[in-house]
């Protein structure tokens, strides 16, 4: 049986939540506005079932703003007659969150589940019957996308509709982990802050790292050479932190993969998979034992390896941005004489339009050449009026570009995630190593 404690705060959950969710729907003015403005800016992009376009609203009661005020708080104004356990109870909302859950154990009235994001344990609760008639069927090891919320400092709440995955191979749940991270970027370690700090700080010391190796901020070389020259960055600073963490590079491969407690043959796939040196996969992997964040292999698209000229902006918290076209750009500003200049209307539009070019580009090229850009989109724009200093900002969210930046690629993952992904790469290389093995055995009969 359920603890009855438990099982009254939960039906009085279920009871404040819908009272929430009627407040919000049925509001008018700005909190109407303020719901149908973060509609529109995270659906406009997808085409969500109902189970997602619920999960956004549900989002919205905590997340959304109406000035400086969620919803759940505008709630808290409005209903003076709450009593202080309720007050309470829904003030703790405010911690709900989405995360990737594995099943790890199924309870009568609940679920034991695993964030993937942080690999933090929760005891989760469905709070109403329909949910837990849907939740029957689910299993140990079924992966969900679900927002929780607090009950007690213990027991929480599946808060809006849970999406359910099925069981999911390491391959198939690296992909699952990486549409989590694009689709809710702002939700990245929303329960782990300490890891979502370290994953900044690890921005910026590979910053650091890029700026002591190439010398600038900006550097501009072909495809090929730079390719070679982030390789060569790369096992620099892996030799160094290996240095720093005491790893012996004396070592063979065999008594690395022992200490690492893996086998040898093993981490030749896990290399093979990466596109690195298997001593130094090894290597990497025993360094991981004593740390809580991995650096990724950052390794340039094929399209850029190829690219005649590729310019590299570097930022402490951008990242690295790689432009194949930025010198185009540049020249065209640099001419000032842009009623003349060949394709700029398409390059400017596609430097608006492309989400690969975020707001930090433009900031730069603002910064450098502020009256020839603000020309140029005056004249492509067919505004006249637009003033850069004033304009841009804008200019740049009607193109969905966000004005702060996102975790980039080059930040450090946990430990746990980096060990999946490598298992997840190794899985991929064995079956292709597989597929490769039975064209050749069939070659002599086609």
């Known amino acids: 049986m359920g603890d009855t404690t438990v099982d009254a705060i939960l039906e009085r959950a279920k009871d404040l939540k819908q009272a929430l969710i009627e407040f919000v729907l049925e509001a008018e003015g700005e909190l109407a506005r303020a719901l149908e403005v973060y509609s529109a800016e995270h659906l406009r992009s997808q085409q969500p079932d109902i189970n997602q376009r619920n999960l956004w609203l549900d989002t919205f009661l905590t997340e959304g703003k109406v000035e400086d005020k969620t919803p759940l708080d505008l709630f808290l104004e409005d209903q003076a007659e709450l009593s202080e356990s309720d007050r309470a109870l829904l003030s703790s909302w405010h911690h709900s969150f989405i995360g990737l859950f594995e099943i790890r154990q199924t309870l009568v009235d609940g679920f034991e589940l695993m964030n993937w994001l942080t690999a933090k344990p929760y005891v989760v609760k469905p709070n109403n019957e329909a949910t837990k008639q849907e939740m029957s069927r689910f299993q140990f090891g079924d992966i969900l996308l679900a927002r929780i919320s607090p009950l007690t400092e213990t027991e929480w709440m599946f808060s809006g509709p849970c999406i359910p995955m099925g069981k999911l191979g390491k391959p198939k749940l690296a992909v699952a982990i990486g549409n989590f991270k694009q689709d809710y970027k702002h939700a990245l370690y929303s329960d782990a802050p300490e890891l979502l700090e370290q994953s900044w700080q690890s921005v910026e010391q590979y910053h650091q790292d890029f700026l002591n190796f190439f010398g600038s901020d900006e550097v501009t070389m072909s495809g090929y050479e730079l390719s070679k020259k982030i390789a060569e960055m790369q096992e620099k600073v892996t030799q160094q932190r290996l240095a720093d963490a005491g790893i012996d590079d004396s070592k063979s491969l065999a008594q690395i993969a022992a200490e690492a ?43 850029l390896k190829k690219a005649e000229k590729v310019t590299v902006l570097a930022h402490p918290r951008w990242g690295q941005m790689f432009l194949p076209t930025y010198h185009r750009f540049e020249s065209l500003l640099i001419a000032d004489n842009l009623s003349s200049a060949d394709n700029a209307e398409k390059l400017v539009r596609r430097y608006l339009e492309s989400p690969e070019i975020n707001a930090y580009v433009w900031y730069r090229l603002a910064e450098k050449y502020p009256r020839q850009l603000e020309s140029l989109l005056q004249t492509v724009l067919q505004r006249p009026e637009f003033q850069l200093d004033q304009d841009l900002p804008g200019l740049l969210q009607e193109f969905d570009k966000p004005l702060e930046p996102d975790l980039p690629e080059v930040a450090s993952v946990p430990v746990h995630l980096h060990d999946l992904f490598q298992e997840a790469l190794a899985e991929v290389g064995k079956s292709k190593a597989k597929d490769k093995g039975k064209k050749k055995s069939t070659k002599g009969f086609q």
Not at 269 to 278: F, I, P, Q, S
């Open 261 to 303: 407690g893996v086998d040898s043959a093993e981490m030749e796939l896990v290399a093979e998979a990466a596109g690195a040196d298997a001593k130094a996969v090894a290597k990497v992997m025993e360094s991981t034992q004593a740390m809580k964040m991995v650096m990724p292999k950052v390794e340039l698209p094929a399209e």
